[in-house]
């Protein structure tokens, strides 16, 4: 039997594969909760080592720097624990970092599992927050972060698996994220209103995951300048993230105070819409 919720801060964790992927994707939902007396836990399973130097650094001094750089942004997101699982980045499809045995999508799936399993009973989350299985734009880290951080959701509950994991914890909610179409259209708009390039923006149109797969929407504007901030700590990636730095900042700042998820976990009912990630917890 799934061991019973005790009294306690509420946790909320949140599973992803690369520094940086939690600002853009949840950075103002983890600072909104770390404002709300809730124990916000990060798990980053690589430190971007395939990322850009941004001319910052060397290629081999990459991962210290941008293991700086995560931390800075879970300071000014306000999270609580932040847990590296020492994989390294695979880097883009097709890419030569795929190849690596060191990487996290040729690692052991069981091994990633069980330290997932470990860090949710230790940590007892009621929230699990994850990349939709796409991974936004079909990274493969992002994509076997997602897979695996659900097997660990469930298992993380079985009484019988990962006995030496400590005991069973059954989160009471598992949700899914990314930015949408919708959200990139209006980039798309307002890139162009400032006759500025667009065509990155149309390009994600299609990557990105479908509006009609959220069901919670989340207001984060009180919190926007908390992500703001933790974007700022991504010096080597600004060329990378360079659409989230290409309008005006009170213009930008606006298109991302809101963030979009779906409740895997349990099925919701049809027509369910959830305004906070512990609405009725």
Same mark, same amino acid.
């Given at each position: 039997?799934?061991?019973?919720?005790?009294?306690? @801060?509420?946790? !909320?964790?949140?599973?992803?594969?690369? @520094?940086?992927?939690? %600002?853009?994707?949840?950075?103002?939902?983890?600072?909104?909760?770390?404002?709300? *007396?809730?124990?916000?836990?990060?798990?980053?399973? %690589?430190?971007?080592?395939?990322?850009?130097?941004?001319?910052?650094?060397?290629?081999?001094?990459? @991962?210290? #720097?941008?293991?700086?750089?995560?931390?800075?942004?879970?300071?000014?997101? &306000? #999270?609580?624990?932040? #847990?590296?699982? &020492?994989?390294?980045?695979?880097?883009?499809?097709?890419?030569?970092?795929? *190849?690596?045995?060191?990487?996290?999508?040729?690692?052991?799936?069981?091994?990633?599992?069980?330290?997932?399993?470990?860090?949710?009973?230790?940590?007892? @989350?009621?929230?699990?927050?994850?990349?939709?299985?796409?991974?936004?734009?079909?990274?493969?880290?992002? $994509?076997?972060?997602?897979? !695996? %951080?659900?097997? +660990?959701?469930? +298992?993380?509950?079985?009484?019988?698996?990962?006995?030496?994991? &400590?005991?069973?914890?059954?989160?009471?909610?598992?949700?899914?994220?990314?930015?949408?179409?919708?959200?990139?259209? $209006?980039?798309?708009?307002?890139?162009?209103?400032?006759?500025?390039?667009?065509?990155?923006?149309?390009?994600?149109?299609?990557?990105?995951?479908?509006?009609?797969?959220?069901?919670?929407?989340?207001?984060?504007?009180?919190?926007?300048?908390?992500?703001?901030?933790?974007?700022?700590?991504?010096?080597?990636?600004?060329?990378?993230?360079?659409?989230?730095?290409? !309008?005006?900042?009170?213009?930008?700042?606006?298109?991302?105070?809101?963030?979009?998820?779906? !409740?895997?976990?349990?099925?919701?009912?049809?027509?369910?819409?959830?305004?906070?990630?512990?609405?009725?917890?």
């Amino acid at each position: 039997m799934t061991e019973q919720r005790t009294l306690g @801060p509420r946790t !909320l964790l949140a599973c992803f594969a690369h @520094p940086d992927d939690e %600002t853009y994707t949840v950075g103002g939902t983890l600072a909104h909760y770390a404002n709300q *007396d809730t124990r916000v836990v990060l798990i980053s399973a %690589t430190l971007g080592e395939a990322g850009e130097t941004g001319g910052l650094t060397t290629r081999k001094e990459l @991962p210290k #720097v941008r293991e700086e750089e995560l931390r800075c942004a879970a300071r000014r997101l &306000g #999270v609580n624990h932040l #847990v590296l699982l &020492g994989y390294h980045d695979s880097g883009m499809q097709g890419s030569p970092e795929n *190849d690596s045995p060191r990487a996290l999508i040729n690692a052991d799936r069981q091994e990633v599992i069980r330290q997932l399993v470990g860090v949710i009973r230790h940590m007892r @989350p009621l929230v699990v927050i994850t990349f939709e299985p796409n991974g936004g734009y079909g990274h493969p880290d992002h $994509k076997f972060i997602s897979e !695996l %951080t659900v097997a +660990a959701f469930h +298992a993380a509950a079985d009484p019988e698996r990962y006995l030496e994991q &400590g005991p069973p914890w059954q989160p009471a909610r598992l949700f899914f994220t990314s930015l949408t179409p919708s959200f990139f259209r $209006k980039l798309k708009q307002l890139l162009e209103v400032h006759g500025l390039d667009s065509s990155q923006a149309e390009q994600y149109i299609d990557q990105s995951w479908p509006d009609e797969q959220v069901n919670t929407l989340l207001d984060v504007s009180q919190d926007v300048e908390a992500k703001w901030a933790a974007f700022q700590c991504y010096r080597t990636q600004m060329q990378t993230m360079k659409l989230f730095y290409s !309008l005006p900042e009170e213009e930008m700042k606006q298109l991302l105070n809101r963030e979009y998820f779906q !409740l895997i976990w349990p099925e919701p009912k049809s027509g369910q819409r959830l305004n906070d990630l512990f609405e009725g917890l």
